[in-house]
């Protein structure tokens, strides 16, 4: 089971920031945190993982509280191209260990 | 980021028989997975598909219906054996390197008649 609790859906308004949450209260001290995102029709798409600092790349921005219980992926400027949906997943980094996939945030980015 | 290719993108068959996925990667992986994909529902795991060893799979999923090859460290198969309308998904393929975060091709969308 998904270890990761995050709101159904959310919407946002054309070049205004994303803020998408995720509750993760069980995470352990070895496990990062992974967000990616489906456009329609393609696969998921890796975004940014995390450990305990603030992440950031060129697609996003990923903020872990201190207590590592809860994290918000920051899009800042979002675009309709990034309607999708949004999933938040634990795991340990080795890559041995495949993703569990919750049931994520559907992000509708409105003109 | 590895680039992963599956075929056939999509395809239509009739209850009762066999397709076959293929999952080519362009570089070197140590793992490769398979997922499903319900209509309007996230992913489940299928799973692990093993270099040279049986596949490992996840509770609910079956050698004898998904049966899963990977002869090399850049190819994987998996056949969805007599198939019946519940089968119709997107199948996905997914590798990871190690230290490396889980890439996934475009999937497989397949619909039972």
């Known amino acids: 089971d998904a270890k990761t609790t995050q709101p159904p859906s959310m919407d946002c308004a054309e070049g205004r920031a994303a803020n998408l949450p995720c509750n993760h209260s069980t995470i352990s001290g070895n496990e990062y945190v992974y967000w990616y995102r489906q456009i329609h029709s393609q696969g998921p798409q890796y975004i940014i993982h995390g450990l305990k600092n603030n992440e950031t790349n060129e697609m996003a921005s990923l903020i872990i509280t201190e207590d590592r219980k809860s994290s918000t992926l920051i899009l800042p400027h979002a675009t309709l191209r990034d309607t999708a949906v949004y999933y938040c997943i634990v795991r340990v980094s080795s890559g041995n260990t495949p993703l569990v996939f919750g049931k994520g945030t559907r992000l509708s980015v409105i003109a | 980021s590895a680039v992963i290719s599956q075929k056939p993108s999509r395809d239509i068959c009739q209850r009762g028989t066999s397709l076959t996925i293929q999952c080519q990667v362009d570089s070197q992986v140590t793992m490769m997975f398979w997922y499903r994909q319900q209509p309007g529902q996230s992913l489940t795991l299928i799973a692990t598909?093993?270099?040279?060893?049986?596949?490992?799979?996840e509770s609910g999923f079956v050698i004898d219906k998904f049966p899963i090859s990977r002869p090399n460290l850049t190819f994987s198969t998996l056949t969805v054996s007599n198939m019946s309308p519940e089968d119709s998904s997107i199948y996905l393929c997914?590798?990871?390197?190690?230290?490396?975060?889980?890439?996934f091709g475009d999937g497989t969308r397949l619909s039972i008649l």
């Open positions: 598909a093993n270099q040279g060893s049986e596949a490992t799979y």
């Open positions: 997914s590798v990871a390197g190690a230290n490396q975060p889980q890439h």
